[in-house]
C-alpha cells in the first residue's frame, strides 16, 4: 500500500531558527494536503497543493509539491514558540477522499 | 458551536470490555472518518463513510464496528477491547461532495482510550 514518510521525526530549533521538514510518498500524488497539530490538540489543516512544482505561502510557511508529484516539503522561516507541534503531511492517490497521512514531524522551539 | 464532537473525551476500561464512541459533525459534510493515533503519534485511518455508505475500510479488526445512522453522525464500537487498542481516536469529516476530490478534513477533539 503506499506509504508516506516524513523526515525528521524531531526537530529542536532556537526560536528565530528556520525549520523544514520533507514528506516522501511511494506513489505519485494526486494532491497533498498539510495539518498542525499542537500538544494534546486535533489536526488542523493547513494548506492543500495540486499542481507538479506548486509552492504556496503563508506568512512564515512556505510549502512545495515536487515536481514529480512525489515529494512535498514545508520550511518555517524565523520559528516563534506557537509553531510547536506536529506537522503532518497527508497524500491523495486516488481512492475517493481518501489521504494517507506521513509520519509526521514533532517541533520544538526553545525561546 | 463545536463542527465536529466527540463523546467521551476520555475513556478507561479495562480488557474484554465493549464500549463506544460518539461522533457528530454539524458542518453538513457528507464525509466522515474514524483516525486511530497511536503512542508514537501515527495517524492511520480506519473507516470511511460518504453519506451514511461505507467507502473506506482498512485493515482494521473486526472487532471496530463503525455505525452511521445519518450523515452528521458516525460512531465507532469496539468489542472485546485488547491493550493495544489504547490509543487516541479522531473522528473528521470533510465535504466529500466532488467524486475523485479530496477535501479539507475537520477533525474532532479526540477520545483517548486507555485499556487496563
Known amino acids: 500500500g503506499q506509504q508516506v514518510m516524513q523526515i525528521p521525526q524531531y526537530q529542536h530549533v532556537q526560536e528565530g531558527e528556520d525549520f523544514t521538514t520533507y514528506c516522501n510518498s511511494s506513489?505519485?500524488?494526486?494532491?497533498i494536503q498539510w495539518y498542525k497539530q499542537r500538544p494534546g490538540g486535533h489536526p488542523v489543516f493547513l494548506i492543500q497543493?495540486?499542481?507538479?512544482?506548486e509552492v504556496k505561502k503563508q506568512k512564515r510557511l512556505t510549502f512545495q509539491f515536487g515536481e514529480a508529484k512525489k515529494n512535498s516539503s514545508l520550511h518555517i522561516t524565523a520559528t516563534q514558540t506557537t509553531d510547536v507541534g506536529t506537522y503532518f503531511c497527508?497524500?491523495?492517490?486516488?481512492?475517493?477522499?481518501?489521504?494517507?497521512f506521513g509520519t509526521g514531524t514533532k517541533l520544538q522551539v526553545i525561546p | 458551536d463545536t463542527a465536529v464532537s466527540q463523546t467521551p473525551k476520555y475513556l478507561v476500561t479495562q480488557m474484554g470490555n465493549d464500549k463506544s464512541i460518539k461522533c457528530e459533525q454539524n458542518?453538513?459534510?457528507?464525509?466522515m472518518y474514524w483516525y486511530k493515533q497511536d503512542s508514537k503519534k501515527f495517524l492511520k485511518i480506519m473507516f470511511s463513510?460518504?453519506?451514511?455508505?461505507?467507502?473506506i475500510n482498512e485493515t482494521v479488526p473486526n472487532r471496530f464496528s463503525p455505525k452511521s445512522p445519518d450523515k452528521a453522525h458516525l460512531n465507532l464500537h469496539i468489542n472485546s477491547l485488547e491493550l493495544g487498542d489504547s490509543a487516541v481516536y479522531f473522528c473528521?469529516?470533510?465535504?466529500?461532495?466532488?467524486?475523485?476530490?479530496?477535501?479539507?478534513?475537520?477533525f474532532g477533539p479526540g477520545t483517548r482510550l486507555t485499556v487496563l
Open positions: 497543493l495540486v499542481k507538479s512544482g
Open positions: 458542518l453538513g459534510h457528507d464525509t
Open positions: 497527508a497524500g491523495a492517490s486516488g481512492g475517493y477522499q481518501k489521504v494517507t
Open positions: 463513510y460518504n453519506n451514511k455508505e461505507l467507502i
Open positions: 473528521a469529516s470533510s465535504p466529500g461532495r466532488r467524486q475523485g476530490s479530496t477535501d479539507t478534513q475537520y
Open positions: 506513489t505519485t500524488l494526486s494532491n
